[in-house]
């Protein structure tokens, strides 16, 4: 499993209206105590754990780039679909949350 939480005994949580986060912006929300960067990308929403798998540094402070964001301090990359790293720079990959969207809203999946 590379970074994904399983989408089993999930909670979804309202993030915010479709329309409000446009394409190739990003968000930080805290979601049950964590904080949660929602990402508006080619491929559609997309919801990481806010940290660098590598130094903990705020990925909120990155830059988003079509299906990838980079680390603002070390610049390494990871795959908004999959959380792997990209490049052979050998991280460990991101935590992702299941994303749905329904009546107009994003929503995201949480443990508990």
Not at 23 to 41: I, K, N, P, W, Y
Not at 86 to 110: D, E, I, N, Q, S
Request: glycine letters at 14%.
């Amino acid at each position: 499993m590379s970074g994904e939480v399983s989408a089993e005994n999930l909670t979804f949580h309202d993030l915010v209206p479709v329309e409000e986060l446009p394409l190739g912006q990003m968000r930080l929300f805290t979601v049950a105590g964590e904080e949660v960067l929602l990402c508006s990308a080619a491929g559609g929403f997309f919801a990481l754990r806010n940290r660098c798998p590598h130094a903990e540094s705020p990925l909120h402070e990155g830059r988003l780039r079509q299906n990838s964001i980079s680390c603002p301090l070390h610049g390494a990359r990871f795959d908004l679909v999959s959380g792997r790293a990209l490049g052979g720079t050998g991280y460990r990959p991101l935590t992702c949350f299941p994303v749905k969207v329904a009546g107009g809203r994003v929503w995201v999946g949480m443990k508990g």
